[in-house]
């Protein structure tokens, strides 16, 4: 069956050789956060799953003439909703991540303008770090995966902050427990690690039989202090220069909805967009409830909360139930009927089921994960042609993946379904250098790299 796949995979590869385009232009680094590090205001946060705002401006160039609407429905950290706004678009996007919309949220209200006596309050946070002298009054909020995530007077000194920032006003509240957010991971025993946090060897805690040290782990009076001052130098008005203030009488509206983008995009007018612009969770496995574990936990998200997170999330990861797509929602029986004809997708499919049959998956979630991941894709594709004008491009970042030695052309699936459902493919940009796969499916595999793309899709 792998044979098959290979053999219907080159077919397929061969009707889209003049679609494929090597760009040399798209860096690993621009296709990522890593190219947000040293631009104002995108550097306060590392949201590891962002892509540049430098690749938004430069596809919105290159593919769309003047401005209009844009709609992200995986909007993130807003990378693409703030980015467009700059260049004078209208922003609307979709996030269900608390931690995304807080993301958003605070930057948005920082850009409505913060007052003197609000920057001088910041500026005191700065010099005279008033958590110090705070009480710890109550614990930090924690779930079972986040418990003993940071040295004893971290915790504490977490604790003093909060209870010195809650005699502030809303403004500045709402800026110190931005930055507190931005800085957990650093100060934590905790690195982000694609399905899961990985544990410092210093928490205590056994993660395999391989020790791991993520080095220094800075103190939270120098973390906080740095990112204060960092976030405060960003947003001063001398700094007229930076992202936040650059040609702010430009600038467009930015509207972002709270929810699952499977129901929230229904709700959208039709043809009422001029470009979608996003990239959608990956199907790698990827669990974000659980990588972003410690900033949940910070803004009151409990177990029953996670667990209906992890749930509404796209099916990504290998804990996702099937959802009755046609329950919500009957008039997508067109996108689950480009999935279910969808050749490379069933022969796939059939394949990981007779691998779990057989007891040859290492979790046998994994074929209930990539049919809802396509399935799922496949509604939200067809929403996506609905609510776009004529004409419009939609645009998204996404990787191929490998399970069980198949590997599986995302790019291909998700454009043959798109050509179903109303659009025509444009281009499909490849990086120049491919994705890794696993260590397991390198080592039992082969090291075969994987594409890593932007699509580029135009509604009929």
């Not at 792998?2 to 590869?13: A, P, Q």
């Not at 190219?35 to 596809?59: G, M, Q």
């Not at 480009?338 to 007779?354: G, K, P, S």
Request: with cysteine.
């Amino acid at each position: 069956m792998l044979d098959s796949i290979e053999r219907i995979n080159d077919e397929f590869e061969n009707r889209y050789s003049k679609l494929f385009s090597t760009d040399l232009n798209l860096t690993r680094g621009l296709v990522s956060f890593q190219a947000n590090k040293s631009r104002a205001v995108y550097r306060w946060y590392k949201y590891k799953e962002a892509f540049s705002a430098d690749l938004v401006e430069f596809l919105l160039r290159r593919y769309t003439k003047g401005k209009g609407r844009l709609l992200d429905p995986f909007a993130g950290s807003g990378t693409a909703l703030f980015a467009s706004s700059a260049l004078g678009w209208t922003a609307e996007g979709i996030e269900l991540l608390p931690i995304g919309q807080c993301i958003t949220e605070t930057r948005q209200l920082i850009e409505r303008g913060i007052s003197l006596a609000d920057e001088r309050t910041l500026a005191q946070w700065i010099s005279k770090a008033p958590w110090r002298r705070s009480p710890a009054k109550k614990p930090i909020p924690e779930l079972r995966i986040t418990k003993g995530a940071y040295p004893k007077e971290t915790a504490e000194a977490i604790s003093r902050f909060l209870s010195a920032a809650r005699k502030e006003n809303e403004t500045v509240k709402a800026i110190l427990f931005f930055a507190l957010l931005c800085l957990v991971e650093a100060i934590s025993f905790t690195r982000k690690d694609g399905q899961y946090l990985r544990w410092d060897h210093r928490s205590g805690r056994r993660q395999g039989a391989k020790i791991f040290d993520k080095g220094t782990i800075p103190s939270f009076d120098q973390a906080m202090t740095e990112k204060l001052r960092e976030i405060v130098s960003d947003i001063h008005p001398e700094a007229a220069q930076q992202e936040l203030f650059a040609q702010e009488a430009q600038h467009g509206e930015i509207q972002v909805h709270r929810g699952t983008c499977l129901q929230l995009l229904q709700d959208l007018p039709a043809a009422s967009f001029d470009c979608i612009f996003t990239s959608p969770p990956y199907c790698n496995r990827y669990d974000y409830t659980r990588t972003y574990a410690l900033e949940l936990a910070l803004l009151g998200i409990d177990e029953k909360g996670i667990i209906r997170l992890r749930q509404d999330m796209l099916s990504c990861t290998v804990e996702n139930r099937e959802k009755n797509l046609l329950g919500m929602n009957p008039r997508w029986e067109s996108a689950i009927a480009a999935a279910d004809n969808q050749e490379i997708l069933q022969l796939i499919l059939r394949y990981l089921r007779d691998e779990k049959a057989q007891g040859r998956l290492n979790n046998n979630g994994i074929p209930r994960m990539v049919k809802g991941y396509f399935y799922e894709m496949a509604c939200v594709i067809s929403e996506c042609a609905r609510a776009l004008k004529p004409g419009s491009p939609l645009m998204m970042v996404n990787d191929n993946v490998r399970y069980a030695g198949a590997s599986i052309p995302v790019d291909i699936i998700l454009s043959e379904i798109a050509l179903r459902l109303g659009f025509e493919i444009e281009n499909i940009l490849v990086l120049p250098n491919g994705k890794g796969n696993s260590s397991q499916q390198m080592g039992a595999h082969g090291r075969d790299a994987l594409r890593k793309c932007v699509y580029v899709w135009r509604k009929v």
